[in-house]
């Protein structure tokens, strides 16, 4: 097993200082927090140009040929690991995925000593997930100048590509963000696909954002947008709202079961099902960053519904990455 290392968790102004260059680019991904709006929408505007058409060939440059780009995920991933490896892979770049369960981190070696070998390989972007807080902005802190780092997953404080693919799919639906009110309904208390989300909408000037959980997954007050309404109640929350964003219950996170609904009354009380989406919107979409427990927090037959761009949301995750690759090794080249 890898030994647990201890990490300096860097601040709010440590993490934007690490994040952005004196010229305001993006060096490394760690946090949406420190991203003004006119970031967020450039990379949502870079991202809408990697996107195609249902059914036309997905989009292939070259603009990242020579650059090598290393997936390091120390927690399990679906989605955001396969599209970090298809987007670079469009943008031309090489990728190495490095098997976490058969690398020599189970011998003991530090997470450090893992990048400066990495490092030595001449690679350029580190994607990261790992379950302990600070870790993405601690390497951060310890590469050298041609290396950037993205956060693909922080335990539960940060997941900033996940927020930046949920703003591309609310924007690409409604258009704009001042005008509508965002629902998003779980286990707030352990999800950093909430706070990441409640960070990018409060940037982009949401007209009211409902953090909606049972009151033992309800998050810290301190750790949420200070405009975001803390709510108990999901037919209440539902009401009117014109996104409805349904979260699972973090069970790797929780080492207290004390006070979690089980199953039934979990999807009595806090499932998104058709019926209470009568309550939303007209054309209000439902959104899940998955993997989806169906049955419990969405409906199964929700899921697969009109209203839900659940699929959008992966499709717009390799646009999202690919612009986000793009932005951090422009940041690298000559100014
Ligand atoms: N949404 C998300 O992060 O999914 P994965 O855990 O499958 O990457």
Do not use: C, W
């Amino acid at each position: 097993m890898p030994v647990t290392e201890l990490f300096d968790i860097a601040g709010e102004a440590e993490q934007i200082n690490l994040q952005l260059d004196k010229a305001g680019r993006l060096r490394h991904l760690l946090t949406l927090q420190g991203l003004d709006r006119q970031h967020l929408t450039d990379l949502l505007d870079d991202s809408e140009q990697y996107l195609s058409e249902g059914g036309k060939p997905v989009v292939r440059t070259d603009s990242l040929a020579g650059r090598t780009v290393a997936n390091l995920f120390f927690e399990p991933s679906t989605r955001t690991r396969a599209s970090f490896d298809l987007a670079a892979q469009r943008l031309g770049a090489d990728v190495l995925n490095l098997d976490v369960n058969t690398s020599s981190r189970k011998k003991g070696e530090s997470i450090l000593d893992t990048i400066y070998t990495l490092q030595a390989m001449q690679i350029d972007v580190m994607v990261v997930r790992d379950a302990q807080t600070g870790v993405p902005a601690h390497i951060a802190r310890h590469v050298n100048d041609f290396v950037s780092i993205i956060n693909a997953g922080e335990s539960d404080v940060s997941h900033p590509t996940q927020g930046l693919l949920d703003l591309l799919t609310i924007r690409r639906h409604k258009g704009r963000f001042d005008n509508l009110t965002v629902a998003i309904v779980g286990d707030i208390a352990h999800s950093r696909v909430a706070r990441s989300a409640s960070e990018g909408l409060a940037t982009m000037g949401v007209r009211e954002l409902r953090l909606i959980s049972p009151e033992s997954l309800a998050p810290d007050p301190g750790t949420v947008p200070p405009q975001a309404k803390i709510m108990h109640g999901l037919d209440e929350g539902v009401r009117g709202a014109d996104v409805i964003m349904a979260l699972r219950i973090q069970h790797e996170r929780i080492t207290n079961l004390d006070g979690i609904p089980g199953v039934d009354e979990y999807f009595a009380s806090y499932g998104v099902t058709s019926e209470r989406m009568k309550l939303a919107a007209p054309g209000a979409i439902v959104m899940h960053p998955g993997p989806m427990n169906r049955g419990i927090e969405i409906e199964s037959k929700l899921a697969d519904s009109e209203s839900s761009v659940i699929k959008e949301q992966v499709r717009n995750g390799v646009a999202v990455r690919m612009a986000v690759l793009t932005a951090v090794i422009r940041s690298m080249s000559p100014k």
